[in-house]
């Protein structure tokens, strides 16, 4: 399935500057798997070296936020699916 993924944020350089990255894959893991296969530089700002998502990404399924357990949440062509970089603080 071909949907388009919204990025924002510091991972607009992962796309060169590319705010909305077609994408395909059945759940919301091969989505963000097959942006990686379109920029591969992405793999380094996404995921650890041992292939978990980092815990700065943040991923949004109809404005819902995803946790790491919801990457093989099913996700339709008419789904809205967004990354971001997820601000901290204190």
Known sequence: MTMKMRIFG?????TGGQEWV????????????????????????LYDDKG???????????GR?????????PVKETDSLSMMPQLGGG
Do not use: M
């Not at 510091?10 to 992962?14: K, V």
């Not at 077609?22 to 700002?45: H, M, N, S």
């Open 10 to 14: 510091y991972f607009l350089t992962i």
């Open 22 to 45: 077609t994408v395909q894959g059945g759940t919301v893991g091969e989505c963000v798997a097959d942006l990686v296969r379109q920029f591969p530089a992405a793999r380094k700002k």
């Open 52 to 62: 978990k998502l980092y815990g700065h990404v943040a991923i949004f399924l109809n």
């Open 65 to 73: 936020l995803l946790t790491a357990s919801d990457l093989a949440t």
